[in-house]
């Protein structure tokens, strides 16, 4: 890569991946897992930047179309599990060193490919759209129920059996209304009754 083809983000990965090249230069295998470890981390920086998903494994596959290695990818991710899940887990320099070039060449995809920070409403489509792909029938659902509205909104107004429904409805409603109104009314003028009668009781016991 030529110095005067680095991007800003560029610039940022191959300063933070020098740790990486440090760590695989030592022979001893604890370098050799945190160059992976490393390189892992850089990659998931990129990673949430540019994808959605619950996990790495579903970041990985739904920005599937930026990687050329997708298989690579997912290799190194696996090296990266065992790594932190594995106590003792033993590590070839030839085997940290493939799982780093992958870890590399995938950020290079997507860094590569007008790499830009996602403002708030992507992050925010790109969140609702991994909701409802995981939650289909909560989306059919939500669409019967839009759909059955609009079909309710229809009949009662441009239909002769739904607005006499509707009618009647109003009506019934204003009959509740009103009695309601009534009784709430009458049961105000009570409570004052009550108060200033039993206010004038008092005052007559206190003479």
């Not at 440090?22 to 370098?31: G, S, V």
Request: hydrophobic share 50%; glycine share 8%.
């Amino acid at each position: 890569m030529n110095e005067d083809e680095i991007t800003q983000p560029d610039f940022e990965v191959e300063t933070e991946w020098k740790r990486v090249t440090i760590l695989l230069n030592r022979k001893d295998e604890p370098a050799l897992s945190m160059a992976v470890l490393e390189a892992h981390k850089i990659f998931r920086q990129i990673l949430n930047e540019v994808s959605f998903g619950g996990t790495i494994d579903d970041q990985i596959h739904n920005a599937g179309e930026l990687f050329k290695d997708i298989n690579g990818v997912l290799a190194a991710d696996l090296v990266q599990q065992h790594i932190v899940e594995q106590v003792g887990h033993r590590i070839t320099k030839a085997d940290a060193q493939t799982a780093c070039d992958a870890l590399m060449k995938a950020i290079l995809d997507m860094v590569g490919r007008d790499f830009e920070l996602q403002g708030f409403w992507h992050r925010w489509a790109n969140g609702l759209n991994y909701f409802w792909g995981h939650h289909p029938r909560l989306l059919a659902g939500l669409l019967a129920g839009i759909l059955a509205f609009v079909v309710l909104i229809w009949f009662l107004a441009d239909t002769l059996m739904g607005q006499w429904v509707a009618s009647l409805l109003v009506g019934f409603a204003h009959f509740i209304l009103g009695w309601s109104g009534l009784i709430i009314g009458l049961v105000v003028a009570i409570i004052i009754s009550l108060a200033i009668g039993l206010t004038y009781a008092d005052r007559q016991r206190r003479r």
